[in-house]
């Protein structure tokens, strides 16, 4: 069986050949554990750290700023739980955004439980904060500043830079969620100076169930997780050396093709974008160009319901509803709806997101799969 064509880069990536080659002999041969002190111990230990310097190199921070977690939720956990527990001394106030993914939300909802303040604020109708209505949320009980990078649903970036010079200024912490950044935009911690930055493998063609925090050196957080030594008594647990070389892998080649990945991924959406543009009507994108990853195509069809577009080519197109289905109710994606999108654009919204192997026959073939079952729907839907 044919399967679909893959456009849905910001779910997750498939791996990279390299990655996979690279951590094939931690399969095979090298199986010590990193703490121990002998032969066996000393070849793990010696790929954990290659691969911190590696994931350093790509974000511009110093290795042993670099903790290695399962992924991205448990990044944003640590860091927003490990910053506001330990920093509740001087304040319980936390801002962040009304469009972060779950991994921040939850965490935020479940801090509110626990005597902390948060305000969530809004975003433009392109999907970005703006530095006034931050400003104006400060208080000064406020500890932590946490906006997500770039946007997983629409791709808004986020001004980073502005919002760390604010903060640091204030005396305040700033964390960024840049798991959807990580080998899309260039990260430059040395510019964007933030505190806390998390990333996940699976975005940046490296396995599924690992992650890193970057923490500036010099930062305090509660512990998550109780137990041994491991990443400098940060994140304990025997580490997950196979995935971590195989992550580190990753950052690397990110680093490496970055500008060539950005203009690739950026010529495939547009690709896509015109093909559709010229044979559906009733079509626009959401976001603002200039301000969004070169991969991500947020796009709403109006009168139509984004799961029955879905349904329509699923088979043969893999993407993803910008609002969920639940029962036979449509639920408009919290995002859409802070960035004030119209109902009946919304519930058409559908995301498609272009990574380093799209090729241009695949985006050929999808814009006429998709737009075929498109005008079909319409055409049903008015007829
Ligand atoms: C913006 C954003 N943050 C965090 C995560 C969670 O990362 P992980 O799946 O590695 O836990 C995702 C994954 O979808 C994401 O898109």
Redesign the pocket.
Known sequence: MKTPIYLDY???TPHDPDVISVMQPFLTEYFGNPSSSYLYGDQTKDAVNNARRQVASLLNCDPPEIVFT???????NYAIKGAAFNYQYKGNHIITTQI??P??LEVCKFLELNGFRVTYLPVDENGIVQITELEKAITSKTTLITV?H???EVGSIQPIEEISNLARGRGILTHT?A??SIGKIPLDLERERVDLL?I????VYAP??I?ALYVRRGTQLSALIHGAGQEQGRRPGTENVLEIVGLGKACEIARRDLKKNMVHMKKMKEKLYSMLQEKIKNIKRNGQQDRQLPNTLSLSIKGLDAHTIISKITDRVAVSAGAACHSDKIQISHVLKAMNVPEEWARGTIRLSTGRMTSEEEVDLASNIISEAVLKLLETNHG
Not at 70 to 76: H, L, M, P, Q, V
């Open positions: 910001n779910a997750t399962s992924g991205g939720t448990e990044s944003n972060e993914h991994s921040v997500m770039s946007n997983n969620d798991a959807q998390s996940a493998g699976h975005k599924k169930g992650g």
